[in-house]
């Protein structure tokens, strides 16, 4: 089991670019596919995308042009950015170990988008 | 996409019942890609159940998942007071992935 630790802004202004990263620890970021959700009271919880350490993504068509998810293995990190964030971006992030269903997750993070 | 429906929405049961969640998906799930998460307030979800019926190492035996096509459940054969929990279903079957809006499970 290994542990995710999720860091970045809690507040976004809108219009700005919303930047989380998760980073991986008790384990190797390798070999593994990492995937972000997030969640708000009124949408419950969304699948935003997921990537394999190679690099190969896979996104939410819903958010697919506003959003980028990215590796960095040298620091056992995997990231997620989305641009032109509204108050409808507003949620916890949590950042999840897996491509398809998820062991294991991140604590989450509180992302408010406001001015 | 994918709509999973979850029903009750909230179930009023006491420590000792057994429970029976459902899940209905708006496609046939043909190769049972279902998974069931617990949550429980300020965490995050904890992975109970995957490929419709398979717990994850650690799960306690009293939570068992069934189902195909388009149904599927979660059963708690005895609630512990720790079960009182919101419980959603995720198929990861076609994308987008998409999850159940949650069955909250309360005394």
């Known amino acids: 089991q290994v542990h995710l630790e999720g860091s970045g802004p809690g507040l976004v202004k809108p219009s700005e670019t919303l930047s989380l990263t998760c980073t991986v620890s008790g384990g190797s970021i390798s070999n593994s596919y990492w995937s972000w959700i997030r969640q708000s009271p009124g949408t419950g919880l969304e699948w935003i995308g997921y990537i394999y350490y190679t690099g190969t993504t896979k996104y939410n068509p819903a958010l697919m042009s506003r959003v980028t998810i990215s590796v960095d293995t040298s620091k056992n990190q995997f990231s997620l950015r989305l641009n032109s964030v509204t108050a409808g971006d507003t949620a916890v992030y949590y950042c999840a170990k897996g491509g398809s269903y998820y062991w294991d997750w991140g604590q989450g993070m509180q992302v408010t988008v406001s001015s | 996409e994918i709509v999973l429906t979850q029903s009750p929405a909230t179930l009023s049961v006491s420590p000792g019942e057994r429970v029976t969640l459902s899940c209905g998906a708006s496609q046939t799930l043909s190769s049972s890609y279902l998974a069931w998460y617990q949550q429980k307030p300020g965490l995050a979800p904890r992975l109970l159940i995957y490929g419709a019926s398979i717990r994850d190492t650690g799960i306690p035996d009293r939570f068992s998942g069934s189902g195909s096509g388009t149904d599927f459940a979660l059963t708690i054969s005895r609630l512990e007071p720790e079960d009182f929990a919101v419980y959603s279903c995720?198929?990861?079957?076609?994308?987008?992935?998409?999850f159940g809006q949650g069955t909250k499970v309360e005394i």
């Open positions: 995720h198929q990861y079957e076609r994308l987008p992935y998409t």
